[in-house]
């Protein structure tokens, strides 16, 4: 079990408290799940993934001065990372995610949200 | 908590939906990765500090004196922790720990808190009624056995040294640690031979 347990560290390190990783919002770890799932059942190392990600936060910090690197938005980094992988997978097209995103974000207020497990911190 | 329906979420939630159609991923599998690490590589801090007070009777006297030294000599990531205090189960002397007033937990050796430890009914209950919630979530205790409840604030935070298995003797700290579960450490369950 441990052997994909610390697979992210150095400059790829999810921001952690406590030896745990830090989700602010429920998306966070929605899509820190998926990704390492899917590298889990063999849809592609989890190196891959990695290099994907240490490029999106290489390109971040040189867009972003030292004071603005403070609280640097790694989920949404994260979350870029795996839409370019799975568009050059050839897994998911980027085209497919923007127009699924779209039709999403036209739905109702109110919509009842299916992955709601909250794991905010409480304090 | 950022709004739900914030873009990311929504954009999370477009990839998640089609890679299920893709037959890619299952919300099972997701959901199994996050509870790997929020249930276990959190503990597993406090699972090794209880796997080593049971093989080093010199460490649990230190643990079980000053656990906010020790914790601190490990540095653990984070805050959580400023006063630690660790309380030794016993055939004579269980322990179960409770935030009454809302949800306090020692973050750093536990990782985040189960959502049962924030509900109300935990909340109250297991202060009137120990040895009954305690029987509910499946540790039956002996009548011969106290309950001791001790409420955590924002000041003192509780782990509890579960006892040892028993025909353990032959497994090291190592395999000791990764029986060690976050229930055990909460006092709601015991620890037990694979």
Known sequence: ?123 | MTDHASPQSIRTEAIESLLIEKDLLTADAVDAVITTYTERVGPMNGAKLVARAWTDPDFKARLLTDATSVVEEYQFEGGQVEKLVVRECTALDHHVVVCTLCSCYPWAVLGLPPAWYKDPAYRSRIVSEPRQVLAEMGLNLSESTQINVWDSSAEIRYLVLPKRPEGSEALSEAELAEMVTRDAMIGVAQVHLP
């Open chain 1, 1 to 123: 079990m441990t052997d994909h347990l610390f697979l992210l560290d150095g400059e790829t390190a999810p921001p952690m408290a406590n030896g745990e990783i830090i989700f602010e919002a429920p998306w966070q770890s929605r899509v820190f799940g998926m990704a390492q799932s899917l590298s889990q059942t063999g849809h592609y190392q989890w190196d891959e993934f990695r290099a994907y990600l240490i490029e999106d936060i290489k390109d971040w910090e040189q867009q972003h001065s030292a004071e603005e690197r403070g609280h640097y938005p790694y989920f949404d980094l994260f979350l870029e990372s795996l839409t370019r992988l799975l568009n050059d997978k050839s897994m998911v097209a980027r085209a497919e995610i923007q127009s699924r995103t779209s039709a999403f974000a036209e739905r109702p207020h109110g919509h009842d949200h299916v992955h709601d497990q909250g794991n905010g911190h409480s304090h």
